[in-house]
C-alpha cells in the first residue's frame, strides 16, 4: 500500500511517499521516499503507525475571559475532539500565567494542557 504525505517537521515541506503493509491489524512501514533528512522518515513512520497532535486552543475563565492554552505534548490524534469537548468545559480562576497547568494528565493521556498566555 501507498500513502502520500507532506512532512511538516520543519519549513521544507517534503512530498513524501510511504509504503506500508499491515499484518494482523498492525501497520508496518517498508519504505519512505521523497524526505530530505531523516527527521522524515520518522515523521512518516509515526504517522502512519500512531499520529500524534498538539492541540492549541483557548479555555475560559471564571470571569468569562478566554486564554490560550496548548497539550505540553503531542497526543494521540484519535482524542482530538475529545480533549476539544473537555476543553470546551472548562473554566479556571484568574490570575492565569504561561506555563500554568490548566488540565493535568488529560483524558489519561499522561499529557497537560498548559497556559500559552496570561491573563
Keep these: 500500500m501507498k500513502r502520500e504525505l507532506t512532512c511538516i ?15 494482523d491489524g498492525k501497520v508496518n512501514v517498508t519504505q519512505v521516499s521523497g524526505n530530505g533528512c531523516k527527521r522524515g522518515i ?3 513512520e509515526a504517522e502512519c503507525v500512531a499520529p500524534v497532535r498538539t492541540i492549541t486552543t483557548t479555555v475560559r475563565t471564571t470571569a468569562d475571559h478566554v486564554v490560550a492554552v496548548k497539550t505540553a505534548a503531542p497526543i494521540p490524534k484519535e482524542k482530538m475532539m475529545e480533549v476539544m469537548e473537555v476543553l470546551a468545559r472548562v473554566r479556571v480562576e484568574e490570575p492565569v500565567r504561561i506555563g500554568d497547568t490548566i488540565v ?12 500559552t498566555a496570561n491573563i
Design 42 to 44: 520518522t515523521y512518516a
Design 104 to 115: 493535568e494528565d488529560i483524558l489519561g493521556t499522561g499529557v497537560n494542557v498548559v497556559a
Design 9 to 23: 517537521v520543519c519549513p521544507r515541506g517534503c512530498a513524501l511517499t510511504v509504503e506500508y503493509e499491515v499484518v
